[in-house]
């Protein structure tokens, strides 16, 4: 048996990652304990260069 995950940052609940990912492109929340995930915009390239 393969265990492993990722953790949600809010929770620290694992899940696999990709079963995980289509959960919270309908509901921003954690599917045991309802934390909010929040999920935070990639930053676009040549944006960090800028930003130090």
């Known amino acids: 048996m393969h265990v492993g ?4 940052p809010a929770c620290g ?3 696999h990652e990709g079963c995980v990912e289509q959960c919270l492109r309908a509901h921003p929340t954690c ?7 929040v999920r ?13």
């Open 5 to 8: 995950g990722k953790p949600l």
């Open 13 to 15: 609940h694992l899940f």
């Open 40 to 52: 935070l915009p990639k930053t676009p390239a040549g944006m960090q260069d800028r930003m130090h």
């Open 31 to 37: 599917p045991l304990c309802c934390a909010v995930v």
